[in-house]
């Protein structure tokens, strides 16, 4: 029962006697009768008295209780004229403006974390216990390749980043990924606490240019010092056999040697060729844009690209749309890069063996984009090689030197193009895309 029902009833209490008490009295005896009248009133003023004293105060201080619950920072406290009250509303007065405060000051902080997830080029994901996304800014999506927020990272079809992350799921590290258009990734794992329930969030970021300027420095370095020493080596050696051999050919005794100088002689041009082949993946000029239709460019450059596949003995289709496309592009740099993938597109229907070996080349137009597209039905790209296909000096063919693809890259990338490479698991076919901004 509350503290207000008490006081009621021990007011009626009092009250009950009050009356009884006047009622059982004679009438004749005025003096008593006054005396009990006096008294009743006395009791009446002392329990408003009493009220004003003791329960309004309380009522007061239930109130502010009843502030605390409903979470009403704004309200304050009011005197009520007693000093050790007063000085509980001023200390629950101060707690009140303490709390609003930090609310206000929490409230603030957790906008700005909010937007500045948001705005975050990195991309950021936080799944609850179960491993559904509670949160997921935009850029997330532009990583995962799907709508996150939808719950979860994997998706309908999930991409090679979003399987990385579930299979990371439950561990603290930080990883880089070689994704197969060539961009390069790192994410990062983490986990917090909150409300004593562990989440775990990821960042992402695309480290493309940073990773590949330094790989660009890297191989520079070694790229020029090596073509320096081997090609000042073997322009000596081909000097000293050019003059060995013209001496060889009026000395009857020395006519044994001329084939042996002659082999001598190529074998040095080759490998000056080879490291010369080098040097012209850090002498790719900036591209000077201009433009291009992609269609006209396709129908001009046709006859020399069926001409390369041709020569590996492969057929070769080319399928254009009707209606023109133009597109800011380099044509000597664009003819080396079709160059390049369509040499490299024949060479793994060769490797194939199939006698039904076809390249073909495609373009076509997607809302703001121009697509070329490259297929071959050759050997395909293994699971293993996918990720490393734009890695520099790498290459999947026993011969090969990596560096066609790495041109690829160079190219591709000074002209801001988005592209990939991959076979599909569903037709077996290997595809490189090129998409050009309109």
Do not use: W
């Not at 509670?134 to 990583?143: E, H, I, L, M, T």
């Not at 299979?167 to 880089?176: A, C, K, L, T, V």
């Amino acid at each position: 029962m509350k503290l207000r029902y008490y006081y009621i009833l021990l007011a009626l209490l009092i009250a009950l006697g009050c009356i009884g008490l006047i009622l059982v009295l004679d009438t004749r005896q005025s003096e008593v009768l006054y005396v009990a009248e006096g008294y009743f009133l006395l009791m009446v003023i002392y329990l408003i008295v009493f009220y004003r004293k003791v329960m309004s105060p309380i009522d007061t201080l239930s109130g502010g209780l009843d502030m605390l619950r409903s979470q009403d920072f704004n309200s304050t406290l009011r005197h009520v004229g007693q000093k050790e009250v007063d000085m509980i509303a001023d200390t629950f007065n101060f707690m009140l403006d303490r709390l609003r405060s930090q609310r206000i000051r929490f409230e603030e902080q957790a906008y700005l974390l909010r937007q500045l997830i948001h705005h975050s080029p990195s991309g950021v994901i936080i799944l609850d216990p179960t491993g559904k996304v509670v949160v997921a800014n935009p850029s997330s999506g532009r990583f995962i390749g799907h709508d996150v927020v939808a719950g979860s990272i994997l998706g309908n079809s999930p991409s090679t980043l979003a399987r990385k992350l579930s299979e990371d799921m439950s561990q603290d590290n930080s990883r880089i990924l070689r994704m197969t258009d060539g961009n390069v990734v790192r994410y990062s794992s983490h986990s917090f606490i909150n409300t004593g329930i562990t989440y775990r969030f990821y960042i992402i970021d695309n480290v493309t240019d940073e990773i590949l300027q330094s790989e660009r420095n890297g191989y520079e370095k070694v790229i020029r010092t090596m073509s320096h020493e081997v090609n000042n080596s073997v322009a000596g050696m081909l000097s000293a056999l050019e003059t060995i051999k013209g001496m060889a050919e009026y000395d009857d005794t020395m006519t044994d040697l001329i084939p042996i100088l002659q082999s001598c002689s190529d074998r040095a041009r080759s490998m000056s060729n080879f490291i010369s082949r080098y040097a012209e993946v850090i002498k790719i000029p900036e591209p000077v844009m201009a433009d291009v239709d992609i269609t006209s460019f396709l129908l001009r450059n046709k006859l020399f690209l069926q001409g390369i596949a041709s020569g590996f003995g492969v057929r070769f289709e080319m399928n254009l749309p009707t209606e023109s496309y133009t597109i800011k592009a380099d044509i000597v740099l664009l003819e080396q890069v079709l160059v390049n993938i369509i040499k490299n597109s024949a060479e793994s229907v060769v490797a194939s063996n199939r006698s039904d070996g076809l390249v073909s080349v495609d373009a076509k137009s997607a809302g703001s984009e121009v697509i070329i597209t490259v297929t071959d039905n050759g050997v395909g790209i293994s699971e293993q090689n996918r990720y490393r296909i734009f890695t520099p000096f790498f290459s999947d063919k026993p011969n090969g030197q990596g560096i066609g693809l790495m041109t690829v890259r160079e190219i591709l990338r000074k002209h801001d193009c988005r592209f990939s490479l991959g076979t599909s698991p569903d037709d077996k076919l290997t595809r490189f895309v090129i998409r050009f901004s309109r």
